[in-house]
C-alpha cells in the first residue's frame, strides 16, 4: 500500500482489527520513510457497478475516488473515520442492492450530501457547494439557513442546564 503522504511503498501495518459492525478489517498502517499514519479498510465487493454520467459516458464505479471527494469534504473536520467508513460502506450497499447494474451519478451524490449531512454540517455544505456548483448565492444561503434551523432544533431539544447555575 503507497504512502499517500510520500508515494513510498515500504508501508507496515501495525494493527488489524474489524470494524464495529464487522463489514470490514481496519488496518492501521505507518510509512517508515516519512512516518506518516494512516487507515485502509477491507471490504467485500458485492458486484460491479456502473455510473451514468451526465456526459452520457459510463464509468465503473469507483469507491476510492468516492471515498477521496467525501475526504475533501471533510478535511480539518474531525469526524471518526469509522464513522465516515459506515456512511459509505452504507452508501455502496444501498446502490448494490438496488436491483440496477447502472446508478447515475445524480443519485451517488444525493446519497452522499444525505450521509455527510448525518455527519458534518460543515462538510454537507462544502460537498453540496461543489456538487450542486451553487449557480445563485441564495440557493447556498438556503442551505445554510436549513442547517442552522437543524441546529436550532436539536439545540431545544437538549436538557437545559443554563438556569441551574445562575443567581
Ligand atoms: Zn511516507
Do not use: H, W
Not at 15 to 39: K, L, N, Q, Y
Not at 85 to 90: A, I, Q
Not at 102 to 131: H, K
Amino acid at each position: 500500500m503507497r504512502c499517500p503522504y510520500c508515494g513510498s511503498l515500504e508501508t507496515q501495518v501495525k494493527d488489524s482489527r474489524p470494524t464495529e459492525d464487522a463489514s470490514s478489517i481496519r488496518r492501521r498502517r505507518v510509512c517508515p520513510d516519512c512516518g506518516g499514519r494512516f487507515t485502509t479498510f477491507e471490504r467485500v465487493q458485492l458486484r460491479e457497478l456502473m455510473v451514468l454520467k451526465k456526459s452520457g459516458r459510463r464509468v465503473p464505479f469507483d469507491r476510492e475516488k468516492l471515498m477521496r471527494s467525501i475526504e475533501i469534504a471533510l478535511r480539518k473536520r474531525s469526524v471518526d473515520p469509522e464513522r465516515v467508513e459506515r456512511m459509505v460502506n452504507g452508501l455502496v450497499r444501498q446502490l448494490e442492492s438496488q436491483g440496477e447494474p447502472e446508478v447515475t451519478s445524480d443519485r451517488i451524490g444525493e446519497l452522499v450530501m444525505e450521509g455527510l449531512r448525518l455527519l458534518d454540517g460543515v462538510a454537507y455544505v462544502r460537498f453540496a457547494s461543489v456538487y450542486r456548483n451553487f449557480g445563485e448565492a441564495r440557493d447556498f444561503r438556503a442551505i445554510v439557513n436549513e442547517l442552522a434551523g437543524e441546529a436550532a432544533e436539536a439545540e431545544k431539544r437538549l436538557p437545559d442546564t443554563s438556569a441551574s447555575g445562575g443567581a
